[in-house]
């Protein structure tokens, strides 16, 4: 009770809200209410692998019958991005692949979030060069990061807790995350 | 340093005598004109040919009963910008580019590699795929991160590197933190 | 319109004429492992013509190894082929010894082998059972994951990684086998061999997994050839060639194993080879495990192989080449090698070129799935589209070794 209570004061305040919304937004009825859609959300994230590289691998471990990650909640791939929630950028995204990531991570309904596994796509990795992108921040918002040159699963799921946590904290109402900041993917043309 | 001599020995000297695909090779290939070196430095034979011949050297070595090679195992290039040193015939031929095929016959086991020199203005070679059609790819992929030019490859663009890329990476004269990102300003 | 139709003579074939729909199987699609994108020609559901486009985790491996020295390109190699990692450590290092001309002590190519064979395994366990996912063979696909936690606990006492092992160096490797290794690999065998067991009675026979992989993706012998199929590919269709009998190198001449061959080329024999193979190399660790000496695991000259911390501290030479390696690399002697090893998907071929410096001049890997991958139009052209995805398991490209 007490952390939704922080969480709904600390809410900026260049979010629209009607007056309404504002002074009821305190009240016992829609804090409860707050707390049973990011219970809802965090113990049930429809994941989005976007697999490219040996992460991949680990991946299949951490989803495997020894690490799984079945018991968080989150078992279910759902490999179309409209209906996904959580999408899971495990591998190296070279710079052909990454107007296909934005295109991805703007069609995928809201609330969404964004899991950087690996190192690559925290900042690239070992691969400093022409061809790789220093780390997908550099394209789509990212909620969590979980270094490792392949993580240990448990780091993975280490990583699943925090981002579960993250979401128990957020503000429920007008959390849109919208398009990547760097808008439609479809005009590509060569920068720099 | 006791390796470094055993080398000059086995590259000046050709060892003590060459063997069998070597031996045919030159007793065939010898008299056209279109040998340049040989070696079979650690083992591996190596013959060394004429951007010009390259279609002829090949057709022989695919067909010719006693060498029978029917694969192409890899085609690649190697940038010798800085180095010629290493092999003592680029010099005087200024070359910079040479195409390396490596070729292995799987009916007599036995391996060799054919290599090609080019001069840095005019890199261009015949394409083998006439005579292996798995040549397709690896051309391809020189073309991409080289920039050697294959005449009478069916479809000769880029495939590990996107449309908009300018210029071909792999030189040693493009950088290799040179980034040219399709998307993002940061990047 | 229809009174203009009567008057012209209304051509019913012409107007129920069909048309080729042209669908995108992107880059980010499940069944594709990694990235490759088909640009696929359907007619109803018959593939017309397809069309692969690699290159979507290019991360430049060659301008990378370019930058390094000798001996810090092992973990790049690693990335290449993920699923059976040491694999490609292990032809890196032979290619670059024989570039030196040193061989390394016996010891140690006993270790090389039998890690070799469990990365081998690895890869076979993830190529298959993620083959038995596509399909739809859940339980099966759990069960091989299962059997390769418990290979990679093993390597994992040894290596001390995973996934992404780098335990060779150059005339060498970096560590002994820990205690207890050989009861360890007993009991974990033993039950790899009856998990195995339960793989197989669950797909083998089974009329679903046979209806899809038999006289799918088929290809014949000489095409196989042209188009430089090596490995399990090469030998469903019936060619015996294997590196490790062909060209035999560490101890494989020494190793009693049998090479799995099949007869018709399709999906359901690569499947088959591969099932054989895990088990021929179970075979091979064991014999290893039996057959090897004592000894020193790394060669003896410091020129090449970092010098132990007693022996740097204590004396001048080991001191100085210590130095050399940390600061400029080995100075390998300048000329060319190629080294093939027989990698989880076929011919794995390392060409070094050297310029005498502490650095490669060059690097080449020859990627087995790059020729693999360049036939699957010839695999596909005719088939159903559902017969792309099995075709496309067997064939196991990893897209780490075909992008580079």
């Keep these: ?192 | 340093m006791g390796a470094m001599e055993m080398n000059e020995e086995k590259r000046r000297g050709q060892g003590a005598s060459d063997s069998e695909v070597l031996a045919r090779t030159k007793a065939v290939l010898g008299p056209m004109g279109v040998m340049i070196h040989t070696h079979s430095q650690h083992g591996d034979d190596t013959l060394v040919a004429h951007a010009e011949d390259v279609l002829k050297v090949m057709e022989f070595l695919r067909d010719d009963k006693s060498l029978k090679f029917d694969m192409m195992m890899d085609l690649t290039v190697v940038d010798y910008l800085g180095a010629e040193e290493v092999h003592p015939y680029l010099k005087p031929m200024n070359a910079r580019f040479e195409v390396v095929y490596h070729l292995y016959s799987v009916e007599k086991n036995h391996r060799i590699r054919v290599k090609v020199p080019l001069p840095e203005d005019s890199p261009y070679v015949d394409s083998v795929t006439g005579i292996w059609v798995g040549a397709d790819w690896f051309e391809r992929e020189a073309w991409d991160l080289y920039g050697v030019m294959f005449r009478g490859h069916p479809n000769l663009k880029r495939i590990l590197l996107y449309e908009d890329f300018v210029g071909h990476p792999l030189r040693k004269d493009y950088g290799k933190m040179k980034r040219q990102p399709l998307i993002g300003p940061v990047n | 319109m229809k009174e203009e139709n009567r008057e012209k003579g209304y051509d019913f074939h012409e107007a129920s004429r069909t048309e080729t729909m042209t669908i995108n199987m992107g880059p980010s699609h499940p069944a594709t492992h990694g990235t490759v994108k088909f640009f696929l020609t359907l007619d109803g559901e018959t593939i017309e013509d397809i069309d692969v486009e690699i290159g979507y985790l290019h991360r430049a491996f060659e301008k990378e190894c370019e930058a390094q020295k000798w001996n810090g390109v092992f973990p790049y190699t690693d990335r290449l082929d993920y699923t059976a990692s040491v694999l490609n450590n292990v032809g890196y290092a032979m290619a670059a010894e024989k570039l030196i001309g040193i061989e390394v002590p016996e010891r140690c190519q006993y270790l090389r082998t039998m890690i070799s064979e469990m990365a081998r395994m690895s890869g076979h366990y993830t190529n298959v059972g993620a083959g038995a996912l596509e399909l739809g063979a859940l339980t099966a696909f759990i069960y091989f994951i299962e059997a390769r936690e418990l290979l990679w606990d093993l390597i994992e006492s040894v290596c001390g990684a995973r996934l992404t092992h780098n335990y060779v160096r150059i005339g060498g490797l970096t560590n002994d086998l820990p205690d207890g290794f050989r009861e360890n690999v007993k009991r974990v065998f033993a039950k790899n061999r009856k998990l195995w067991d339960d793989f197989d009675i669950m797909l083998t026979k089974n009329r679903i997994f046979l209806d899809r992989m038999r006289d799918t993706g088929g290809i014949s012998q000489k095409d196989a050839i042209a188009w430089g199929f090596t490995g399990p590919c090469l030998r469903a269709t019936g060619v015996p060639y294997d590196v490790r009998r062909a060209q035999p190198y560490l101890v494989y001449d020494r190793m009693n194993f049998d090479i799995p061959v099949g007869t018709t080329g399709d999906n359901f024999d690569r499947y088959l080879v591969r099932m054989e193979e895990i088990k021929q190399s179970m075979s091979i660790v064991e014999q290893c495990l039996a057959q090897m000496p004592e000894g020193p695991i790394n060669v003896d000259d410091a020129r090449w192989r970092m010098p132990s911390k007693d022996d740097s501290s204590t004396r001048m030479e080991p001191l100085i080449f210590h130095f050399k390696q940390v600061i400029e690399g080995p100075s390998i002697p300048v000329g060319e090698a190629y080294q093939a090893v027989e990698g989880a998907n076929g011919e794995l071929g390392y060409y070094l070129v050297s310029n005498g410096g502490g650095k490669p001049w060059k690097c080449r890997v020859r990627p087995p799935s790059f020729a693999l991958t360049s036939a699957l139009p010839l695999l596909v052209k005719g088939s159903l589209l559902a017969d792309l995805i099995p075709t496309f398991d067997m064939i196991n490209l990893i897209g780490g070794e075909c992008d580079r």
């Design chain 1, 1 to 192: 009770m007490g952390v939704d209570e922080m969480a709904h004061k600390e809410r900026p305040t260049e979010e629209v809200t009607p007056g309404e919304i504002a002074a009821l937004s305190d009240s016992v009825i829609i804090t409860q209410l707050s707390r049973l859609v990011s219970w809802g959300r965090q113990y049930s994230f429809f994941l989005y692998p976007f697999i490219t590289a040996c992460c991949g691998m680990e991946f299949m471990s951490v989803a495997g019958p020894r690490y799984d990650i079945d018991r968080f909640g989150a078992a279910l791939p759902r490999f179309s991005p409209r209906q996904a929630d959580l999408m899971m950028v495990v591998g190296t995204i070279s710079h052909k692949q990454a107007p296909i990531l934005v295109k991805v991570y703007n069609q995928m309904a809201e609330p969404k979030w964004v899991f950087a596994y690996g190192s690559c796509t925290v900042s690239g990795g070992m691969y400093n060069n022409y061809a790789t992108v220093q780390g997908i921040d550099t394209l789509v918002p990212v909620d969590v990061y979980v270094p490792g040159c392949p993580p240990r699963p448990e780091m993975v799921l280490d990583g699943l807790i925090m981002l579960q946590q993250k979401v128990a904290r957020e503000p429920n109402i007008n959390m849109t995350r919208g398009v990547s900041p760097l808008g439609e993917a479809d005009d590509r043309k060569i920068i720099g």
